[in-house]
């Protein structure tokens, strides 16, 4: 199994920058795309960005030039940096891993983090 842990939330004005945390522990090896997604209340949950173990990212289109996904290990410890921050984003922000493991695909899920935009 993956455990994710986010961080990094907060209350920011429009135009302000705020960048995540989230560290994946236990069976790390078995990670091949981390992701994150947020939820809006009364929205569904959507993808934000994702990178995969080889580096390949992919953005939603609300959020391209503004935000960048990174990672110092892709497997381990992945970061959102949100710049030029909207009252839109606003949200829940969660943490996914997709995992292959002996040959089975499994998803994680974080307990997601806080994110406001509000002046």
């Known amino acids: 199994q993956v455990q994710l842990v986010e961080s990094g939330g907060g209350l920011v004005q429009p135009g302000e920058s705020l960048k995540l945390s989230c560290e994946a522990s236990?069976?790390?090896?078995?990670?091949?795309?981390v992701a994150w997604y947020r939820q809006a209340p009364g929205q569904g949950r959507e993808l934000v960005a994702s990178?995969?173990?080889?580096?390949?990212?992919n953005y939603a289109d609300s959020v391209k030039d503004r935000f960048t996904i990174s990672g110092d290990n892709p497997k381990k410890l992945v970061y959102l940096q949100m710049d030029n921050l909207r009252p839109e984003d606003t949200a829940v922000y969660y943490c996914?891993?997709?995992?292959?493991?002996?040959?089975?695909?499994?998803?994680?899920w974080g307990q997601g983090t806080q994110v406001t935009v509000s002046s």
């Open positions: 996914n891993a997709y995992t292959i493991d002996m040959g089975e695909g499994a998803e994680y």
């Open positions: 236990g069976r790390t090896f078995s990670i091949y795309t």
């Open positions: 990178i995969t173990s080889g580096g390949t990212t």
